[in-house]
């Protein structure tokens, strides 16, 4: 594997290697400092700080796989962790004080504050590497800003509405050094949720020049190409309800499928070098992420931590010869997710190609005014990869039975890769009682518990300017 991927090169930790003990949104550090001008006035050296954006994207207390985590436990497919406490069971004792909470939002908008100061650098000094080069480096800090706002929108934001009023997430698009990290336009509010969305989309747009390829394999599915800009649309699209945009995005990811066993050709590690079904993962590595407390695989993990379980709701989603059920291991009375068998090892997942796929068809049932053919076709690709039963259009007598049963397919396809909750409460979904124990209640939408509480420490520093959700 290429070193350039995985090894924090030095320009990496120029940018990463200085963190000050700060949690607030508002006060970023300013991590490249003096050294800001000698990177960019090096070509070697602004390649090195790109890759340094994807180092910062790994952030273990978010899109290196902790996000993806929150997004399962607070669904319904796995039973609340001990481990991470109240985070996954809007019982009304999370409190804006929580410290998972707090360093995922810290994450969130550190990585944040990588990218936006590393496209203030390089706009400042244009023309020190090709201008196709320095398009490329730009597109790609606008692929990973879209990305991470996308999670903390599913996050920490209300629900989407039709006229898209609800709050979301602060929009910071700049970075703050020490000079004005406490001036008023440092304060920054909460954006509706359909303002972040718009930013999104903007930014997933300004990064649709990407080569849709790469020539390096590793480098083709750890660093953004524009089949992953589309990929990353058609869901994006899905969630804001314009479907017509969903299914053209999915149309646009080109020179992808379904690998024959997900186990080897899509969670092995490393990643086959031949894989065609990965479109962007986030690559991580034992020296990325070494510890028990962040890997996906420790928590999953029946023979590590394993301090998540699977729901008697997931496991009765399933056909007997569904060969997805391989992808669960028993260990005494309980079922663990095997996706992430190497421990700290794994990538974190992003977006593959049964994903686009799955967009797709549900963005065709949605918009049709029946029973969508195409969607039950696409359906059944999916299926059949997986010896689950084929399925045909006369088996579903409404389009709502139809985007019902995409939706479970999504729980069973996509399971324990970041999607759980979000596709819950984007469909208007809540809890189904039995998580855990069969005493356990269900927890109907609407919940104002349903995202998690902005932190207490960044509100306090903003007072009137940046507004809790309700029910905190």
Request: glycine share 8%.
């Amino acid at each position: 594997m290429k070193k350039k991927i995985y090894i924090k090169v030095l320009l990496a930790s120029f940018i990463l290697g200085s963190f000050m003990l700060s949690c607030d949104v508002l006060d970023q550090p300013y991590h490249m400092g003096y050294d800001a001008d000698a990177i960019f006035s090096d070509p070697e050296k602004i390649r090195s700080a790109a890759i340094g954006m994807y180092d910062a994207f790994q952030s273990a207390e978010f899109l290196g796989g902790r996000a993806q985590i929150y997004a399962d436990i607070r669904g319904m497919d796995v039973n609340p962790a001990s481990y991470f406490g109240a985070v996954s069971t809007h019982d009304g004792t999370l409190t804006s004080s929580n410290g998972i909470v707090q360093n995922a939002w810290t994450g969130a908008y550190r990585t944040l504050f990588e990218i936006n100061l590393f496209l203030e650098n390089i706009a400042a000094n244009p023309g020190v590497t090709s201008a196709a080069e320095e398009q490329r480096f730009i597109a790609e800090a606008k692929f990973l800003r879209a990305a991470v706002y996308f999670y903390a929108l599913n996050l920490w934001g209300q629900q989407y509405t039709k006229d898209g009023t609800n709050l979301g997430v602060p929009l910071v698009l700049r970075s703050f050094d020490g000079g004005n990290a406490f001036s008023d336009e440092a304060k920054t509010p909460r954006s509706t949720v359909d303002e972040v969305y718009n930013q999104i989309i903007k930014d997933l747009g300004e990064a649709l020049g990407l080569p849709s390829k790469l020539d390096d394999a590793y480098e083709n599915i750890s660093r953004a190409n524009a089949n992953a800009v589309n990929a990353f649309l058609s869901r994006v699209y899905l969630y804001r309800k314009q479907y017509g945009e969903a299914i053209a995005a999915a149309n646009a990811v080109s020179g992808y499928d379904l690998e024959a066993n997900v186990a080897t050709g899509v969670f092995a590690f490393p990643p086959p070098t031949d894989n065609k079904e990965i479109i962007f993962f986030v690559a991580m590595s034992s020296t990325d992420n070494p510890n028990t407390n962040n890997a996906l695989g420790q928590h999953y993990g029946a023979d590590y931590r394993g301090d998540i379980t699977v729901s008697s709701n997931f496991l009765n989603l399933f056909e007997p010869d569904d060969t997805r059920l391989t992808l669960l291991k028993q260990k005494g009375s309980s079922y663990y997710c095997d996706k992430y068998a190497n421990g700290s090892y794994n990538w974190a997942p992003f977006i593959r190609y049964a994903e686009v796929l799955l967009n797709k068809a549900e963005a065709l049932a949605q918009q049709n005014s029946g029973v969508s053919a195409e969607a039950v076709t696409i359906i059944n690709r999916i299926r059949t990869r997986s010896n689950a039963s084929v399925k045909q259009t006369s088996d579903f007598t409404t389009k709502a039975e139809l985007i019902e049963f995409i939706l479970a397919e999504r729980r069973r396809e996509l399971a324990f890769e970041g999607h759980g909750s979000f596709d819950l409460f984007r469909n208007g979904k809540g809890i189904d009682a039995g998580r855990a124990t069969a005493l356990a209640a269900a927890i109907p939408y609407p919940s104002n518990l349903f995202a998690l509480p902005i932190p207490q420490a960044d509100i306090t520093k903003a007072p009137g300017i940046l507004e809790q959700n309700p029910g905190y």
